[in-house]
């Protein structure tokens, strides 16, 4: 079952732009993470942000978490064309290891 | 260290006939979880086996199986298939003991890209 849902379905900017995307989750959550897919490849883990805190960074990636709304959002600042690619969330609701993911953003970096 | 491995990375099958993929985990992974992603459905989950148990399901029919071996390597296998099977199956390794703070991140393979005719 799909638990996340991501917003926009997809996005496209300019390179050089900002680039944000949102998650918003149903039950309590231990922790979320965010990974990118880039075109019929394998999902890769970019962040991890506990239930316990409210932003994170890595790199250009910044993550915050809201769970009073249940919500989470990934920022890519300056975006590149190697950014393009699909972007999921994933949370991590209970003990039993398994993930629930939202249907994913598709990013599309222009030149 | 070495990635997931997932083998064979394309392949193609009639109706009715039977798949098996195979994904070799990343060494130290016990967790071994399988996906099948489709444009329509998204990511979806198959099953999780840990320590050679299988120790969560997803939504699939009985003509998905798995197995894991005492190597932590795992196959799955597809029987009877349909048309509505093409995908992209993705399997993911992680240590998902509990240990690491808890949390379960997830070491993706590259995928096997399943065609039906």
């Known amino acids: 079952s799909q638990q996340g849902e991501e917003d926009p379905q997809a996005l496209s900017i300019q390179e050089g732009e900002n680039a944000t995307m949102n998650c918003s989750y149903k039950?309590?959550?231990?922790?979320l993470q965010w990974y990118r897919q880039n075109s019929g490849r394998g999902l890769v883990h970019l962040i991890l942000?506990?239930?316990n805190e409210r932003e994170k960074h890595s790199g250009r990636l910044r993550v915050t978490l809201d769970t009073s709304k249940k919500s989470s959002s990934l920022l890519i600042t300056a975006s590149r064309a190697a950014d393009t690619a699909s972007y999921f969330c994933a949370t991590d609701a209970n003990s039993n290891y398994q993930l629930i993911w939202g249907a994913g953003t598709k990013l599309i970096i222009k030149p | 260290k070495a990635g997931v491995t997932q083998t064979p990375r394309y392949l193609i099958k009639t109706r009715g006939q039977q798949v098996t993929l195979s994904c070799s985990p990343i060494s130290g992974h016990r967790s071994v979880s399988w996906y099948q992603q489709t444009p329509g459905q998204g990511l979806q989950f198959l099953f999780e086996?840990?320590?050679?148990?299988?120790?969560n399901k997803g939504n699939f029919p009985g003509r998905f199986s798995g197995r894991q071996f005492s190597n932590s390597r795992s196959e799955m296998n597809v029987s009877t298939l349909e048309l509505g099977d093409s995908a992209l199956y993705l399997c993911a390794s992680s240590h998902a003991t509990g240990l690491i703070g808890g949390a379960n991140v997830l070491t993706f393979g590259a995928g096997s890209r399943l065609t039906v005719l």
């Open positions: 942000i506990r239930s």
């Open positions: 086996y840990f320590s050679e148990t299988q120790r």
């Open positions: 039950t309590s959550i231990n922790n």
